[in-house]
């Protein structure tokens, strides 16, 4: 079993930054790919980014690419979510997965999840 914990949501106004958290724990976590995801309300649930279990390979939505960058620690067993230049259509419910799987994109190849971290950015 992994167990996760997200950190780090907030109130934000539009072009400001927040970094999320995510703390993992259980046996051979750091063996897993880590995904981002997001819902906002009335909305599905969607993919924002992932990485490899390596940290050598990243992979984005459109909607973030090049203002959302996704990294992490394995010796501490921590992934970060840096999210720069923030919309109003980025408020979400945020949630750190992490899973075996090949498709990142796809959530249910994802095993474990975290509770999930409000952002709201305001305009």
């Known amino acids: 079993q992994v167990q996760l914990v997200e950190s780090g949501g907030g109130l934000v106004q539009a072009g400001g930054s927040l970094r999320l958290s995510c703390a993992a724990s259980?046996?051979?976590?750091?063996?897993?790919?880590m995904g981002w995801f997001r819902q906002a309300p009335g909305k599905e649930r969607e993919f924002v980014g992932a990485?490899?279990?390596?940290?050598?390979?990243?992979y984005y939505a459109d909607s973030v690419k090049g203002r959302f960058t996704v990294s992490r620690d394995n010796a501490k067993q921590t992934t970060h979510l840096q999210m720069n230049n923030l919309k109003p259509e980025d408020t979400a419910v945020y949630y750190c997965?992490?899973?075996?799987?090949?498709?990142?994109?796809?959530?249910?190849?994802?095993?474990?999840w975290g509770q999930g971290t409000q952002v709201t950015v305001s305009s």
């Open positions: 259980g046996r051979t976590s750091s063996l897993y790919a």
């Open positions: 990485i490899s279990w390596s940290a050598d390979r990243t």
């Open positions: 997965a992490a899973g075996a799987g090949i498709s990142w994109t796809d959530e249910y190849e994802y095993d474990f």
